[in-house]
C-alpha cells in the first residue's frame, strides 16, 4: 500500500462518517430535546399535583 491509496481510503472513511453522522446527530439531538421537554412538562404536573394535595 502507498501512501495515495492510503489517502484514497481515509477520504472514503470520511465521507461515510459525515454522510451516517450528520443524520445521526441530528436524531440524537430531537430526541434529547424531546426528553428533556416531557421531563419538563412532568414536572411542572407534578409540581401543581404536591401544591392541591397540600391545599386538600
Known sequence: MN???INEYL??????VTIL?????????????RKERRDREYGTYNALDDKYIYFL
Not at 11 to 16: R, Y
Not at 21 to 33: D, H, R, S, T
Open 21 to 33: 453522522g450528520l443524520p445521526l446527530a441530528v436524531l440524537l439531538f430531537y430526541l434529547e430535546k
Open 3 to 5: 501512501i495515495a491509496s
Open 11 to 16: 477520504q472514503i472513511i470520511t465521507s461515510v
